[in-house]
């Protein structure tokens, strides 16, 4: 049947007027109104096409909404600002530039840095996809020139957990819980700042974050902040020839999920400390 007789059949019958007697149509409109009965199509004549609602799926996850910051710190398939390792450099202008590369305009240097930044921080995720991550991208960077004349570049590499972060939807009257504390060191001189100490200090983070999970049944390492800090020329002198000038400082930040009833943000934080220092 042509496309022009169909439609004047459903024009007639959306009217409700008969469609008896219209024989020019021939066996054709027979055969249409057959195969309407046989599809199950309702509402052709007088009523309008019911269709079923089509089913929105159920998001597993929405308990995370409940209170601000539980999802940027327990999702699991997403980076996000609420879990990263925060990085720094102190390089000189030489150190900046590429090798062989021409010192630009004074004036540019510090576009240069900032351009430059993402490139400079992003191979420490190695030291993040060795230890405490899966999945890890530069988020966040800033450049300056401090006193000295050297630039620092501090940087954010967000990342996901490789460590399990426990069951907090199981939480009742929950609320989030944050502690942070410098983890300790050997000796009066801080570490030195290369991979092997990086990754032993968030390895050693990522311990801390364990325990307090099997404690309270969750824990997110949601902070390491890894700050550099370089020795004066006084200080390398009464030191052995060829030490590190460069040394790192390591704060780690711990996120729980606990019953407010049970746990204040004061108390966490005494526990924090007592676990990283028991001393």
């Known amino acids: 049947m042509s496309g022009g007789k169909i439609s004047f059949v459903i024009f007639l019958l959306i009217l409700g007027l008969p469609i008896a007697g219209l024989n020019y149509l021939g066996a054709d409109i027979t055969k249409w109104t057959s195969a309407i009965a046989e599809s199950g199509i309702t509402g052709v004549s007088g009523s309008e096409t019911e269709t079923p609602a089509a089913e929105i799926p159920e998001d597993s996850l929405a308990w995370m909404d409940a209170v601000p910051g539980l999802r940027a710190s ?4 997403e980076i996000t600002p609420g879990r990263y390792v925060g990085v720094h450099e102190i390089l000189t202008t030489e150190e900046l530039l590429n090798a062989g590369e021409a010192q630009p305009d004074s004036a540019l240097l510090e576009l240069y840095a900032a351009a430059r930044a993402p490139a400079r921080l992003a191979p420490y995720c190695a030291d993040i996809l060795e230890t405490v991550g899966l999945v890890c991208d530069v988020i966040r960077t800033e450049t300056f020139q401090n006193r000295q004349g050297k630039w620092e570049i501090r940087g954010q590499l967000g990342y996901i957990p490789a460590a399990p972060l426990g069951d907090a939807s199981v939480v009742e009257n929950g609320q989030l819980l944050n502690a942070r504390a410098v983890l300790p060191q050997t000796g009066d001189l801080l570490p030195p ?6 990754t032993a200090m968030l390895t050693q983070a990522q311990d801390f974050c364990d325990q307090l999970r099997a404690q309270f049944g969750n824990c997110v390492l949601s902070r390491v902040n890894l700050e550099v800090h370089e020795l004066w020329i006084t200080d390398l002198e009464a030191l052995p020839a060829g ?4 040394r790192l400082e390591t704060t780690a930040y711990f996120t729980v999920f606990a019953d407010q009833t049970v746990l204040d943000a004061t108390g966490f934080a005494e526990i924090v400390a007592t676990l990283v220092n028991p001393g």
Do not use: I
């Open 243 to 246: 030490t590190n000038p460069q």
């Open 193 to 198: 700042n290369d991979p092997a100490t990086r």
């Open 74 to 77: 327990f999702v699991t398939d």
